[in-house]
């Protein structure tokens, strides 16, 4: 439960960065925005690395071609995300981020030659049609944003299933360093191509704000999944989506309509049964491996 609550937490704080930065879209643009974010959050993660002494810059050269290819496509998806947020409803973009799970296990049976069964299959299958609801190709409700989001899932899927090339002997901090500092440096020199402007004193409140509840996810993200059981703490990552409806409702004034509302509990669903089958079939595969062992 202390790890349900945790992860319920790490969701909402990222939805409140989100709503953070949705809000300083009206008063900064967008690189700019991701620039002074990313100062203040590598100041952060490398006062704590220090401290902690996890800042290990000394790794493998093959551990530092994923570390950076990874956050190569962090900044891609933080990019794509960003820009479909400030141009769509909150929560619209919340529930297409949700097919990761679906698509993060499609990728790991196509490029690191992972089992996935036909349920799976099927369960993938249903869950694009839900992203298909929600995204409306083709209709009046269409928004190019939407694509955005689709491509920022991409992205993301292809950083996840980089993360099992990285030894483990490599510390966390150091990834979250390095991806911090190339979501920073790519978003300086973005800013270059814009015109920057003054940050009024309700906006640098606003971006305290994206900074503390951005590490506070992180941190509550990564607490809840060591100290709680990940098959029950996983699905609690939909908890995001509750958040942000409420957020968008009562601070932008959005409500996803019918369509959007149906095609995420799809969504969901198929992304709940495809965690349960993915734990499943892992522990499976362990008692087999003990029984052969023993």
């Known amino acids: 439960m202390r790890g349900a609550i945790l992860m319920t937490a790490s969701m909402t704080a990222y939805t409140v960065n989100?709503?953070?930065?949705?809000a300083l879209s009206d008063e900064l643009p967008l690189f700019q925005a991701i620039f002074v974010r990313g100062i203040a959050v590598v100041a952060c993660l490398t006062v704590a690395g220090i401290i902690l002494g996890q800042l290990t810059l000394r790794q493998s050269k093959r551990d530092w071609f994923f570390i950076l290819a990874r956050a190569v496509f962090e900044l891609g998806a933080a990019f794509l995300f960003l820009l479909a947020l400030i141009n769509m409803p909150i929560a619209n973009v919340t529930a297409i981020l949700q097919a990761l799970p679906l698509t993060v296990s499609l990728a790991a049976a196509v490029f690191l030659g992972a089992t996935i069964g036909w349920r799976r299959l099927a369960a993938i299958?249903?869950?694009f049609i839900g992203v298909l609801l929600i995204i409306k190709p083709g209709s009046d409700g269409f928004n190019v944003y939407a694509l955005y989001a689709l491509a920022a899932v991409g992205f993301v899927t292809a950083r996840d299933i980089l993360v099992p090339k990285i030894?483990?002997?490599v510390p966390t901090m150091v990834v979250a360093w390095a991806t911090a500092v190339v979501v920073m440096l790519g978003g300086g020199a973005m800013s270059l191509t814009?015109?920057?402007?003054?940050?009024?004193?309700l906006g640098q409140l606003q971006m305290a704000g994206a900074v503390i509840a951005i590490l506070g996810g992180s941190?509550?993200?990564?607490?809840?999944?060591?100290?709680?059981?990940i098959a029950f703490v996983a699905p609690f990552r939909?908890?995001?989506?509750i958040a942000a409806v409420i957020v968008g409702f009562v601070f932008f004034s959005e409500f996803p309509d019918t369509l959007t509302?149906?095609?995420s509990l799809i969504v969901v669903?198929?992304?709940i049964f495809t965690l349960y089958r993915d734990n499943r079939i892992a522990k499976r595969t362990q008692i087999e491996a003990d029984s052969a062992f023993n």
């Not at 920057?196 to 004193?201: E, K, R, V």
């Not at 941190?219 to 059981?229: E, K, N, Y």
């Open 125 to 127: 299958f249903i869950g």
């Open 194 to 201: 814009e015109t920057w402007q003054p940050l009024s004193t």
């Open 269 to 271: 669903g198929t992304g």
């Open 167 to 169: 030894s483990k002997e």
């Open 219 to 229: 941190i509550f993200s990564i607490v809840a999944m060591r100290h709680g059981d």
């Open 238 to 241: 939909y908890s995001g989506l």
């Open 18 to 22: 989100d709503a953070f930065f949705k």
């Open 261 to 263: 509302i149906i095609g």
